[in-house]
């Protein structure tokens, strides 16, 4: 048996005590936490990753994010019946199309923009730097986009092709982009991989994506990259296999409370602070904060008075 004396002893208290406390700390501030769960849209998971240390340490949230395409987190709630605190979407319009009976107020606070993202080894880097309307078509150069009837980023795509045609020199352009795409994906998340691995030379995304993954860019002019809020971007538009008609208009991050949340005063309580308090952090990910803009029932708005407009329904 192991003899101690009392230094040893006092050693090993000490070490005990240390030990329990910590144990105590860190299993009570566990306890403390409130939890939050966002459905976000795929281009936005930098900045929920920036953020969540902050609202951890300050506020005492922990944030349970899940990215993925818009439609797809809208999906979740509205025909898996999965709930979530906070929806964050890349095309404002689609909670009152795909979640209406989900959804009491939307708050735009971003936008982003289009921009020619460049593959791992990408052909003719140098040429598409300085003509990419016309590099894009030659012989041995491939490209990749989203199904515009199922994501933001097809639609967008075609949106982008449609206004390089009004203002560009080449007739037809639109559909012969179009034609050229050797591979079409469900959602943004999968171009990405398509880039990196070289499947494709070029892709239209978001510059908030190539920002996150380090995907070499180039961006657009402004009259075509649906990137300004006061930008007239009525000259697009896609009509879908559903038959429905998608206008063309600038890049919006919104948000929302979806009515079944389970958490909606801490979502709120988040909220303001994403909003507040990380207008760098937007920043620095590729995205342009706007001033926090309420759409939805006024009977809503109180939380959010403070720091965002009320722009009706």
Not at 255 to 274: D, G, Q, W, Y
């Amino acid at each position: 048996m192991m003899n101690l004396n009392s230094g040893s002893r006092f050693h090993l208290y000490a070490r005990l005590s240390v030990f329990l406390s910590l144990f105590v700390f860190f299993g009570c501030s566990e306890k403390n936490l409130s939890e939050v769960t966002v459905f976000e849209a795929a281009g936005f998971a930098p900045v929920m990753d920036a953020v969540s240390a902050g609202a951890e340490q300050e506020l005492k949230i922990r944030i349970r994010a899940e990215a993925s395409g818009t439609q797809i987190a809208c999906r979740k709630v509205s025909e898996l019946g999965r709930k979530c605190d906070i929806l964050i979407s890349a095309d404002e319009k689609l909670f009152a199309e795909i979640l209406p009976e989900y959804t009491n107020f939307r708050i735009d606070f971003a936008t982003d923009e289009i921009v020619l993202a460049f593959g791992q080894r990408a052909k003719f880097a140098d040429e598409t730097e300085k003509d990419w309307a016309k590099t894009l078509f030659w012989k041995d150069v491939s490209l990749g986009r989203g199904d515009e009837n199922l994501s933001p980023i097809g639609y967008r795509n075609l949106m982008v092709w449609q206004l390089q045609e009004k203002y560009g020199d080449i007739p037809g352009f639109a559909e012969k982009l179009k034609s050229k795409c050797v591979k079409v994906v469900d959602d943004v998340m999968q171009l990405a991989p398509l880039l990196k691995t070289g499947e494709v030379d070029y892709a239209f995304l978001y510059r908030s994506m190539c920002i996150a993954q380090d995907i070499r860019h180039i961006r657009l002019d402004r009259k075509i990259s649906l990137g300004d809020i006061k930008g007239d971007y009525s000259g697009a538009s896609v009509i879908l296999e559903s038959g429905k008609t998608i206008e063309g208009g600038p890049v919006i991050f919104s948000l929302t409370v979806p009515s079944n949340a389970e958490h909606p005063e801490t979502a709120a309580k988040f909220i303001r602070h994403l909003l507040t308090e990380n207008d760098g952090v937007l920043k620095s990910r590729g995205f342009t904060p706007m001033k926090p803009s309420f759409h939805g029932k006024k009977d809503f708005f109180a939380p959010f008075a403070d720091f965002a407009d009320y722009s009706g329904r």
